[in-house]
């Protein structure tokens, strides 16, 4: 899923379901969808974002509670890749990774753009425009998908 350069986030197919597929050929490469976790708290839910094939989990994207809204992406092994605050996208170490200039265009520390998204009537479409690491394209898509 995140070798390809273009995807399409299908609106929600329920309410805790959105299909993510390539942006050129519409074939379907994953899912997103929030689950229930076991916990104290009933409405405790994290994303999970799972290949197509036989469904094997690439990341998932935590609430971490505090004033602010932040989020936690994790791999799926468990390891921390960065937090989501706000428009930015936080390394493990505190450090800026990309912010969010406009509704439209996601950029690196030094203004390169990384990411572009648009919406479309199928959806959000997100253009990985320089962005080629892997752990990058995680965080780009786990901060689409939590907008």
Same mark, same amino acid.
């Given at each position: 899923m995140l070798e390809c350069g273009r995807l399409l986030i299908r609106d929600a197919e329920s309410a805790d379901s959105r299909a993510i597929l390539d942006a050129t050929t519409d074939r379907t490469l994953g899912s997103a969808r929030r689950v229930r976790l076991r916990s104290w708290l009933p409405i405790w839910r994290i994303l999970e974002v799972r290949e197509a094939d036989d469904a094997p989990l690439?990341?998932?994207?935590? $609430?971490?509670?505090?004033?602010?809204? *932040?989020? &936690?992406?994790?791999? =799926?092994?468990? /390891?921390?890749?960065?937090?989501?605050?706000?428009?930015?996208?936080?390394?493990?170490?505190?450090?800026?990774?990309?912010? $969010?200039?406009?509704?439209?265009?996601? *950029?690196? &520390?030094?203004?390169? =753009?990384?990411? /572009?998204?648009?919406?479309?009537l199928a959806g959000t479409e997100i253009d990985f425009a320089v962005a080629t690491d892997p752990f990058i394209r995680m965080l780009l898509l786990a901060a689409v998908l939590r907008s």
């Open positions: 690439v990341f998932t994207v935590e $609430r971490i509670f505090s004033l602010a809204r *932040r989020f &936690i992406v994790r791999d =799926a092994d468990g /390891r921390s890749l960065g937090m989501l605050i706000g428009s930015m996208i936080v390394s493990p170490a505190g450090h800026l990774i990309s912010f $969010r200039d406009s509704e439209s265009t996601m *950029r690196d &520390i030094d203004g390169r =753009a990384l990411a /572009r998204v648009s919406r479309t």
